[in-house]
């Protein structure tokens, strides 16, 4: 059974620091594209952040760049979003997702097919 469990989440106040952790079971994930997605309360789910399978190209979307970073680690089946910076609008569920397709890239998450069930992250002003 494949599991995507996140952690890290949390509540913080405003221009501080969490970082999100995302460990996979079940399946190896080193050659499928991996993302952070976010919804917040009456809003659509969002792109967060999307990264290759070698962790080479990242995209993140506008609201985040310059301050969320997202990594993996291929060995731990893993995948991190680094979040600095925190504003109260980045108040939402986190959710880490992975792409059922090998080396095959994608930054729209309806190319992702397996997902974790969130992490609240609550940002205070």
């Known amino acids: 059974q494949v599991q995507l469990v996140e952690s890290g989440g949390g509540l913080v106040q405003a221009g501080g620091s969490l970082r999100l952790s995302c460990a996979a079971s079940?399946?190896?994930?080193?050659?499928?594209?991996m993302g952070w997605f976010r919804q917040a309360p009456g809003k659509e789910r969002e792109r967060v952040a999307t990264?290759?399978?070698?962790?080479?190209?990242?995209d993140y979307t506008d609201s985040v760049k310059g301050r969320f970073t997202i990594s993996r680690d291929n060995a731990k089946n893993a995948v991190y979003l680094q979040m600095n910076g925190l504003k109260p609008e980045d108040t939402a569920v986190y959710y880490c997702?992975?792409?059922?397709?090998?080396?095959?890239?994608?930054?729209?998450?309806?190319?992702?097919?397996?997902w974790g069930q969130g992490t609240q992250v609550t940002v205070s002003s």
């Open positions: 079940g399946r190896a994930f080193s050659s499928n594209a």
């Open positions: 990264i290759n399978w070698n962790g080479r190209t990242t």
């Open positions: 997702a992975a792409s059922g397709r090998a080396y095959y890239y994608s930054r729209n998450f309806n190319e992702y097919n397996y």
